[in-house]
């Protein structure tokens, strides 16, 4: 056997689509993409699940499983600015809901540190930013962290 005699193994070397090269090369005219249409035309292509306009199937069954979000907790935010003024020490949900400060379903209270802190008050809230807390030992007060209603 000659180098020159070797030959690559029976279906090792495929032939490349050569589309619109004319009617004789199988693949001219419409270069294997039909007549007219979406998909005929450059660049037409439907995502995946596009079903023609149609509700698709993936939002027409109904969605099961597992979901973290009902598990969120949302607190009622309150800056140390809008405390200004407040003649009681002790400072809870109660007091804030009667001063308006807090309104309408929440989960908690957290204070936060926009604003100063003028006295010492006993904040008995549900969570507090870092910022408000410094503020707050700075002045000389102090919090006391209380569970959440959920």
């Known amino acids: 056997m000659m180098l020159h005699d070797v030959k690559p193994a029976i279906g090792a070397k495929k032939r490349k689509k050569r589309v619109g090269c004319g009617e ?33 199937l993936i939002r027409r069954i109904p969605k099961r499983g597992f979901n973290n979000k ?18 009681e020490n002790t400072i809870d949900e109660t007091l804030l809901r009667k001063l308006g400060l807090v309104k309408g379903k929440w989960d908690g209270v ?19 930013s870092t910022t408000a807390k410094e503020k707050i030992e700075k002045a000389g007060g102090q919090i006391e962290l209380i569970k959440s209603h959920s």
């Open 24 to 56: 004789s090369s199988g693949h001219g005219k419409t270069s294997g993409r039909g007549h007219k249409g979406q998909k005929a035309r450059s660049g037409g292509s439907i995502r995946i699940g596009f079903e023609g306009g149609q509700m698709p």
């Open 70 to 87: 009902r598990f969120h907790v949302f607190y009622a935010p309150v800056n140390l600015s809008a405390l200004a003024g407040i003649e």
């Open 110 to 128: 957290k204070i936060l540190g926009m604003g100063e802190v003028s006295r010492p008050y006993v904040f008995r809230v549900h969570a507090v």
